[in-house]
């Protein structure tokens, strides 16, 4: 279960990609732009400022979030990215560290790119850091003894979930875009005793809180403190810096 308050403590780190993805699109007066993955909303409502005379669409698979983004005044619907068909109209798709969760997410976006009219913009980011010492810290413990059965079966994301800005640009070119692709390693400042797990709560750990009742989470996070302090030791004016790789890709549509 995705909690929009706990994935809000961070909106102004979240949010930054965010706005640096949407610098690079060059749409001027689109028709429809579309979220995919719109979470709570905060982010969403920012196109209606930037294109005030589109229609904004918007989408997510947590019926949470999306009811944090009625709340919000943003017009979404809860429905799987999978399943999500632009209309004819659509002449921008956004989707903001979202696609890493759909394995399929490749050939959804040049199917996509084949049924967007030419000069749509599709613009995406993705983390890639699944290989980093958080990661790494989630699946250690979550295969310890005290776990193994609770989440035997969880699907692991692991550095193949996302591709490089290189992979993504041939792909996308391939299929018939301009493409402009990069990567950024944010150096995120955090404060307070957990920070790297609080970050990782309202995001990586969502599908493991879901599998564990109190007790267990209780106890799940007492054994991970300890790996995420070595990994992202705290320093001694109380700052934790927490390196965070993003992939971005904007491509129009020839």
């Given at each position: 279960m995705?909690?929009?308050?706990?994935?809000?403590?961070?909106?102004?780190?979240?949010?930054?990609?965010?706005?640096?993805?949407?610098?690079r699109i060059g749409a001027r007066t689109p028709r429809r732009v579309v979220d995919l993955g719109c979470g709570p909303g905060n982010l969403t409502e920012t196109l209606t400022q930037r294109w005030p005379g589109a229609q904004v669409e918007a989408?997510?698979?947590?019926?949470?979030?999306?009811?944090?983004?009625r709340e919000r005044g943003v017009d979404a619907r809860v429905g799987a990215i999978?399943?999500?068909?632009?209309?004819?109209?659509?002449?921008?798709?956004?989707s903001n560290?979202?696609?890493?969760?759909?394995?399929?997410?490749?050939?959804?976006?040049?199917?996509w790119v084949q049924s967007l009219p030419a000069g749509a913009w599709l613009a995406f980011q993705v983390p890639g850091n699944f290989d980093s010492p958080?990661?790494?810290?989630?699946?250690?413990?979550?295969?310890?003894?005290?776990f193994a059965d609770?989440?035997?079966?969880?699907?692991?994301?692991?550095?193949?979930?996302v591709d490089d800005p290189l992979d993504y640009a041939g792909l996308l070119t391939d299929a018939g875009c301009t493409v402009d692709a990069w990567e950024t390693t944010y150096v995120h400042e955090l404060t307070g005793e957990?920070?790297?797990?609080?970050?990782?709560t309202g995001t990586a750990l969502t599908q493991v809180r879901?599998?564990?009742?109190?007790?267990?989470?209780?106890?799940?996070?007492?054994?991970?403190?300890?790996?995420?302090?070595?990994?992202?030791?705290?320093?001694?004016?109380?700052?934790?810096?927490?390196?965070?790789?993003?992939?971005?890709?904007?491509?129009?549509?020839?």
């Open positions: 995705w909690n929009p308050e706990t994935y809000l403590n961070f909106a102004d780190h979240r949010g930054r990609p965010f706005f640096e993805l949407l610098a989408l997510d698979s947590s019926p949470e979030m999306v009811a944090a983004a999978e399943d999500w068909q632009p209309t004819p109209d659509t002449d921008v798709v956004i560290a979202a696609l890493q969760w759909v394995p399929s997410h490749r050939e959804l976006i040049v199917a958080s990661h790494r810290a989630v699946r250690t413990v979550a295969r310890s003894e005290a609770a989440l035997r079966d969880m699907p692991w994301r692991d550095a193949h979930q957990t920070p790297v797990l609080d970050w990782i879901s599998r564990l009742d109190d007790t267990a989470w209780q106890r799940y996070r007492e054994a991970i403190i300890p790996l995420l302090a070595e990994a992202y030791p705290r320093r001694p004016d109380g700052i934790t810096f927490f390196p965070f790789r993003r992939v971005f890709v904007v491509a129009q549509i020839r």
